[in-house]
């Protein structure tokens, strides 16, 4: 059985442990925890082996938390290691952990593609370039806004291909996660080099796309605006909608007011985390003007990347069909089902 480790507990790690956790082609060895804090308790009752950091082991035992080994010792028995660490961090992982051992890992959106931090060549987008993943040591699984702009992107530009002349994206950006103890500040901010638009390019490197973020004092999911301009007249508006309807990871909702309420509704219809993992299109406001196209959706910012990373692990792993490893992944998930209950919830 192929074994992996999960480094770091924050927001992305938890996720990705209770997936690896439920997925039985895996044997899962644990998480890697820095500090002694009550989520150590969290990952405890929820059976997961914690390992931390040599040097910070005798802090873990004077606060009476169980730890199973050190985080080197965790990554020398794994095949592979899920990266889920601060933002920055990977790139010290894999040279002091992951290189040295010989060890295979996906690394989150936070770290760097290009430059002296880089971490792979590789920025994964399971819509885009799955299978490209087959095989590969490093990989890069794009960050959330960067994983649903491929997925609304790629099935378009497929479909309408030289027609579209350009793609400019406004996502405005929650402030912190449900999770997140940190204050939020009442400022709008704007972002001075947003990575999304090099990121995207990564996989798309045709796509004519421009990027603007800002982050807003919320918690509740990321909000798209994305405006399509065709070469002559945009499509019909039923025509888009069929289009995305038939994307996995999709759904189509009708009667939400804002980015809460489809937070909200997973969290009180039980969905695990209160994650839908998958994009909304707000078919409610969708408009064709002209020569443009412009889609509005809402982004499950923490679970969005989960599914993906699942589905990144049959790649390099298994080197399973992507059909087979959508199966695999939605049986998981439930993301069919949640779909079809968030369209019905909001139709
Ligand atoms: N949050 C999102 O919505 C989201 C979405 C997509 C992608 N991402 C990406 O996912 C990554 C993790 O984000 P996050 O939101 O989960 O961050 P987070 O909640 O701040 O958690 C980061 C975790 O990293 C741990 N850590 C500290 N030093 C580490 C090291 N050297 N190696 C490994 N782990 C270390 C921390 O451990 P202690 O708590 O024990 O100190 C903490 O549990 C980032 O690259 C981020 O850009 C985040």
């Known amino acids: 059985m192929v074994k992996v480790?999960?480094?770091g507990y924050g927001?992305?790690?938890?996720?990705l442990?209770?997936?690896?956790?439920?997925?039985?082609e895996f044997q899962f060895i644990g998480v890697a925890k820095y500090t002694a804090?009550?989520?150590t308790k969290d990952a405890l009752d929820n059976q997961f082996d914690i390992y931390v950091p040599e040097s910070n082991?005798?802090?873990?035992?004077n606060s009476n938390y169980k730890v199973s080994g050190t985080v080197e010792e965790a990554v020398k028995q794994s095949d592979i290691i899920v990266d889920a660490a601060k933002e920055g961090r990977g790139f010290d992982n894999k040279k002091r952990l992951y290189e040295p051992m010989k060890k295979a890992a996906i690394f989150q959106g936070g770290e760097d593609r290009c430059g002296v931090r880089s971490v792979a060549d590789m920025i994964h987008n399971s819509r885009v370039n799955y299978a490209k993943a087959r095989g590969q040591i490093y990989v890069i699984q794009g960050s959330c806004n960067v994983s649903g702009m491929g997925r609304i992107m790629q099935p378009l530009a497929e479909e309408f291909g030289d027609e579209i002349e350009r793609y400019d994206v406004t996502i405005v950006r929650r402030w912190a996660d449900l999770e997140d103890s940190k204050e939020m500040r009442d400022s709008i901010e704007w972002?001075?080099?947003?990575?999304h638009q090099e990121d995207v390019k990564a996989f798309m490197p045709t796509a004519n796309l421009y990027v603007e973020a800002y982050k807003v004092p919320s918690?509740?999911?990321?909000?798209h605006q994305m405006l399509i301009r065709f070469k002559?007249?945009?499509?019909?508006?039923?025509?888009?909608?069929?289009?995305?309807?038939?994307?996995?990871?999709?759904?189509?909702?009708?009667?939400a007011i804002g980015s809460a309420d489809v937070r909200r509704k997973a969290l009180t219809l039980g969905f695990q985390h209160g994650d839908t993992n998958m994009v909304h299109i707000h078919q409610e406001v969708m408009r064709v003007q002209d020569d443009v196209l412009k889609i509005l959706y809402t982004d499950d910012q923490t679970g969005m990347v989960i599914p993906e990373n699942h589905l990144l692990l049959q790649s390099m792993v298994f080197r399973r069909p992507k059909e087979e490893a959508i199966k695999k992944t939605d049986t998981l998930f439930q993301l069919s089902r949640k779909k079809r209950i968030l369209e019905e919830e909001f139709k």
């Not at 442990?17 to 039985?24: C, E, I």
């Not at 972002?191 to 990575?195: E, G, K, Q, T």
């Not at 996995?248 to 009708?254: K, P, Q, T």
């Open 5 to 7: 480790f999960v480094n």
């Open 11 to 15: 927001n992305i790690g938890r996720r």
């Open 17 to 24: 442990a209770t997936m690896l956790s439920a997925d039985k």
């Open 37 to 39: 804090d009550t989520k």
């Open 57 to 61: 082991l005798r802090q873990f035992r």
């Open 191 to 195: 972002d001075r080099n947003p990575h």
């Open 219 to 223: 918690r509740m999911m990321h909000l």
């Open 232 to 255: 002559t007249k945009a499509p019909a508006k039923d025509r888009v909608i069929e289009l995305l309807s038939k994307q996995f990871g999709v759904a189509i909702l009708n009667s």
